[in-house]
């Protein structure tokens, strides 16, 4: 489809979903995936149709690891408003081409190849300092004790995020 016509899609069905939404207080944070046959990859892509929508309900999310896959590009994350990132997901991925990145590739943070520091520097510097989680799908991981993943996890997150962010 030419960019126009996905875009005005998008743009339809996430203005139709807000309006739903809206009355019960409910926003909904708009994901580019990275994988090569998604047709929103990148972080400037979501956030034309983010703003497109006209609906202050709806917003981004800024996945680390679909970032990379994707190809977005470090000065995209520097146009986005920071109020209206949603959600932000760390995560990291193996040194695989990226062709072949998917969900199962993804690893703890800093285990990877992501530029997770730069990646956080940029949302920092714009002034983002929201909800962040770690997002996994390794099913490596899923045979781990889940208190002993969590502690892992967590451990590892404020590895990456303390340089840039208040963590607490």
């Not at 146009?79 to 703890?108: G, M, N, V, W």
């Not at 956080?120 to 983002?128: D, H, N, P, T």
């Amino acid at each position: 489809l030419p960019w126009d016509d996905v875009v005005a899609e998008y743009v339809q069905v996430l203005r139709e979903l807000a309006d739903i939404a809206a009355p019960h207080g409910v926003g909904l944070s708009f994901e580019f995936l990275g994988f090569g046959w998604c047709t929103v990859r990148t972080p400037r892509a979501a956030w034309e149709i983010v703003r497109q929508t006209g609906r202050s309900n709806v917003g981004i999310t800024v996945d680390c690891a679909h970032f990379f896959g994707g190809g977005g590009l470090m000065g995209e994350l520097d146009d986005l408003d920071p109020a209206r990132i949603f959600a932000f997901h760390l995560d990291d991925l193996e040194d695989t081409p990226k062709e072949a990145i998917s969900d199962a590739t993804r690893l703890l943070p800093g285990l990877g190849i992501v530029p997770l520091d730069q990646i956080c520097r940029r949302l920092s510097a714009i002034g983002y300092n929201g909800a962040c989680s770690v997002e996994l799908f390794r099913p490596e991981y899923w045979e781990w004790d889940a208190a002993s993943l969590a502690k892992r996890a967590r451990a590892a997150a404020l590895e990456v995020l303390s340089p840039h962010f208040d963590v607490r």
